[in-house]
């Protein structure tokens, strides 16, 4: 039997533990102890990093000390749903009943044989209206010249992910959320392509002055997971797309996703609304 390694990741106390994940604390080095979760912060780490970037400590973690035939991470909030729970990209429900876990959270036995059916498994892609990258430099907080500086390192580091790149930012579909189960050969190589260019556009980016645009290089490890993913599946990766479970929602948040679903004609026109109004 495959020995997994799924960690979900978390920054606080936790209300909801999937089968067969385990808490790790995020930024253990920055943070308040939660009680049963694996820290980020020993052996080989970069744990005093967490406040740029964000849950990567935890997957720097898991590469540099942990021995895994998987890999997975997903959030304290966020969550892989069984494959058949919606068409849609995502879920976003408040609190689960019992009757919910099993049906939207499968058990041990669906996704041990899951995993073991494939290399990669993502949340389900979604469709935003717009290229990734004019999804990226239009986001608040997220600036071109980053994603133009980590595009070009990228390029340098690793080539043969360049045209991957520009074909993934050029089309409208992205996983989001940095989440991901991936066989131990595609997790290493993960880890070995995006860490040392992080490393590289972490000694050459402009500080922009705040908390969250500081984040950036979660925000950049974010896009590369669908950069890395599509690269692997074009050279045979099994790749599986689940959707995703979003928890703990605001009321507003649910309400607007029953009002305008994730890919629907109407979120597409009220986004391209919304985008207007700001420009003006």
Partial sequence: MEKLSLLMCCHKQYDILPPLWKPILCGAA????????????????????????????????????????????????????????????????????????????????????LISAHDIILPRSEDMGLSAREHYITSIHHYEDDLRLFTEILAQQAPQLAKTAEEYLAQRRQHFCNMFIMSRGYFHEYCSILFPVLAEFDRRKTLHGDFQSDRTDGYLGELFTGIFASYCRSNGARVAEVPRLDLQCSRKKRIGCALLPPESRRRFIAKRLAKKLRRK
């Fill in 30 to 113: 920055l943070n308040a102890p939660v009680e049963g979760a694996v820290r980020d912060d020993g052996g080989d780490n970069i744990s005093a990093l967490n406040r740029q970037y964000c849950e990567l400590t935890a997957h720097y973690y898991a590469w540099k000390n942990i021995e895994a035939d998987y890999y997975g991470f997903c959030h304290y909030r966020r969550f892989f749903g069984t494959q058949g729970c919606t068409k849609r990209p995502y879920l976003a429900l408040g609190q689960l009943n019992e009757a919910q876990r099993t049906r939207l959270l499968g058990d041990e036995e669906y996704w041990r044989t």
